[in-house]
């Protein structure tokens, strides 16, 4: 049963359409403002999990290899990583989210550089407690 992704062209979203086969046609209206003016999107392909499955692939200590809990940047790209694997679920702000908040930390830590304060002279403690 194939899922076909369409964003509207008049709110910018996302909607998805079941079919029951591949040769059902779909007239897709967006859910989210009734517009019929939409577009076709590729999507990639799904392949379907349990959750257990995947918090099982995402607890496998060789993902953890390049991860530095130090640096924004490095926990970014996990955080996307974790968020690939379960999907909407997360949400579809999510990337966006996680870059706002590393720009938020780089910006801090350039203030703290330029003022001469550590990390922990600000309060952000790096440590584990």
């Known amino acids: 049963m194939p899922i076909y992704e369409y964003r ?9 359409f079941l079919t029951f086969r591949i040769s059902d046609e779909v007239d897709p209206v967006c859910k989210h ?10 999507s990639r392909v799904r392949v379907i999990m349990s959750e257990e499955t995947r918090l099982e692939s995402l607890a496998d200590p060789s993902k953890f290899g390049d991860l530095d809990e130090n640096d924004p940047k490095s926990m970014a790209k996990f955080l996307k990583k974790m ?3 379960f999907g ?24 703290s550089k330029e003022s001469g ?13």
């Open 83 to 85: 968020g690939r694997e």
């Open 8 to 16: 509207c062209e008049a709110c910018g979203k996302k909607s998805e």
């Open 117 to 129: 304060e550590s990390a922990d002279d600000t309060g952000l403690d790096s440590s584990p407690e």
């Open 33 to 42: 403002c009734g517009s019929e003016k939409m577009v076709r999107l590729i």
């Open 88 to 111: 909407d679920e997360l949400g579809e702000e999510l990337g966006g989210d996680i870059d706002e908040i590393v720009e938020a930390d780089m910006e801090e830590e350039d203030r």
